[in-house]
């Protein structure tokens, strides 16, 4: 099971990636014109990539699970377990809204006019930046959680505390439409930065658990039953 989870998280990363393709030609919030050239120069990509993200989330969903319950017997009462599965459901689902007002703007780029399409395709953006601050809870949680009762590789949790950090900046994405601070192309507020940050972590944790699947979600339990039957009479057993 634990080398499914982590062959899971390689396989969202695959999935994920080539959303970067969009978010790197997509332009800024202020222009309808540039928004509707971008439809109709990338609307092949766009549906190809709304299909693969559509996809990856049950890789994804799978991967949250066992890292979540991986987290849990670390911490079995405390709130830490509770708030990383809030804000990885906060996230993910509001991404997907994101992703499904985007594919909504693809399919409707040729029919409604230039100013509705660019509210429909601001919207796909801009409803994603609050989520942003749920992406730093995720991360901040994994963190604190291990410095406190270790769930996972130290150096994983340092990178998760950039994973907090770099989530922080596309919160600006509701200040602005144009610029480095707009939630569509910028380099602080749009969505480049905080979706590398959780694909980057997520294949880092899932190449760790496949080189050492000692440590990988779940093996922990069975190591404990393996040793108490070595012991004891196991229910069961003879």
Same mark, same amino acid.
């Given at each position: 099971?634990?080398?499914?989870?982590?062959?899971?998280?390689?396989?969202?990363?695959?999935?994920?990636? !080539?959303? *970067?393709?969009?978010?790197?030609?997509? /332009? =800024?919030? *202020?222009?309808?014109? %540039?928004?509707?050239?971008?439809?109709?120069?990338?609307?092949?990509?766009? %549906?190809?990539?709304?299909?693969?993200?559509?996809? *990856?989330?049950?890789?994804?969903?799978?991967?949250?699970?066992?890292?979540? =319950? %991986?987290?849990?017997?670390?911490? !079995?009462?405390?709130?830490? #377990?509770?708030?990383?599965?809030?804000?990885?459901?906060?996230?993910? #689902?509001?991404?997907?809204?994101?992703?499904?007002?985007?594919?909504?703007?693809?399919?409707?780029?040729?029919?409604?006019?230039? =100013?509705?399409? @660019?509210?429909? +395709?601001?919207?796909?953006?801009?409803?994603?930046? /609050?989520?942003?601050?749920? *992406?730093? &809870?995720?991360?901040?949680?994994?963190?604190?959680?291990?410095?406190?009762?270790?769930?996972?590789?130290?150096?994983? $949790?340092?990178?998760?505390?950039?994973?907090?950090?770099?989530?922080? &900046?596309?919160? $600006?994405?509701?200040?602005?439409? #144009?610029? !480095?601070?707009?939630?569509?192309?910028?380099?602080?507020?749009? /969505?480049?930065?905080?979706?590398?940050?959780?694909? $980057?972590?997520?294949?880092?944790?899932?190449?760790?658990?496949?080189?050492?699947? @000692? =440590?990988?979600?779940?093996?922990?339990?069975?190591?404990?039953?393996?040793?108490?039957?070595? +012991?004891?009479?196991?229910?069961?057993?003879?």
């Amino acid at each position: 099971m634990s080398r499914w989870a982590a062959a899971s998280g390689v396989v969202f990363f695959l999935l994920w990636a !080539p959303m *970067g393709l969009v978010v790197l030609q997509a /332009p =800024d919030l *202020g222009s309808s014109a %540039e928004i509707r050239g971008f439809y109709a120069s990338h609307g092949g990509l766009v %549906e190809v990539v709304a299909l693969l993200v559509g996809v *990856g989330f049950l890789f994804l969903l799978y991967f949250l699970g066992a890292l979540l =319950d %991986e987290l849990r017997r670390a911490e !079995p009462s405390g709130p830490l #377990t509770w708030l990383a599965l809030a804000s990885s459901l906060v996230f993910v #689902t509001s991404l997907n809204i994101a992703v499904g007002l985007v594919a909504t703007a693809r399919l409707l780029s040729g029919t409604i006019s230039p =100013d509705a399409l @660019r509210g429909v +395709h601001a919207a796909a953006f801009v409803i994603a930046a /609050p989520a942003a601050a749920a *992406g730093t &809870g995720f991360f901040a949680a994994i963190a604190a959680l291990t410095f406190r009762a270790p769930a996972i590789p130290n150096w994983l $949790a340092w990178a998760a505390v950039i994973g907090a950090v770099a989530n922080l &900046g596309a919160l $600006a994405g509701v200040i602005s439409v #144009t610029g !480095p601070l707009n939630a569509g192309n910028g380099i602080v507020g749009g /969505p480049l930065v905080p979706v590398s940050a959780w694909l $980057a972590w997520i294949l880092l944790a899932s190449l760790h658990w496949l080189r050492s699947p @000692r =440590d990988a979600p779940g093996r922990g339990r069975r190591r404990a039953r393996s040793r108490g039957c070595a +012991h004891f009479q196991c229910p069961g057993r003879g």
